[in-house]
Structures are given as C-alpha cells and as structure tokens.
C-alpha cells in the first residue's frame, strides 16, 4: 500500500474545515501519533477546500500531496533504478 500521508485518515472531513476539525477527523479515524504531531503543526487554521489543506500541508514541508497524474515507475527522467 502507498504511504496516503495523513488523507488515509481525513475521510470524512467536509470543507470549509479549521484545524481543530481536521485534527479530530484524523483522531477518530485512528491517525498515528506522530502523524497527528506533524497535523498540529500546520500553520494555517481554517481551509476552504481539500486543495487549500494540500497547499498548506505541502508547503509546511510535512506530507507530500496525493500523488495524481502520471504512474511512470521510472521515476525522474534519468534516475537509474538502485
């Protein structure tokens, strides 16, 4: 299974959502604790949409966002496989 980040554990979260609420989503539906520690550290306090939590949580250098788009397993163009 891919590592989701913390979506795996923010189904359920209805937008506009504040912090608090994507704190408790991701509790009731079992996050991590170190994952729920990363969470509280995102900057912002309200989101208007699941672009706007993705924006904040990329930007805070926490979680990487979805993976969307391509599913080339190549990687980068030019990496050689290790």
Do not use: C
């Not at 189904?11 to 994507?22: C, H, I, Q, S």
């Not at 520690?37 to 250098?61: M, V």
């Amino acid at each position: 299974m891919l590592d989701d980040g913390p979506w795996a554990y923010l189904n359920g979260l209805d937008y506009p959502a504040t912090k608090l609420d994507v704190i408790a989503i991701a509790e009731s539906n079992g996050v991590p604790q170190p994952m729920l520690e990363q969470l509280q550290t995102i900057p912002a306090e309200q989101f208007e949409s699941e672009h706007a939590l993705q924006g904040a949580l990329y930007s805070a250098d926490k979680y990487k966002a979805p993976r969307t788009g391509s599913s080339d397993p190549s990687g980068p163009a030019g990496a050689t496989p290790g």
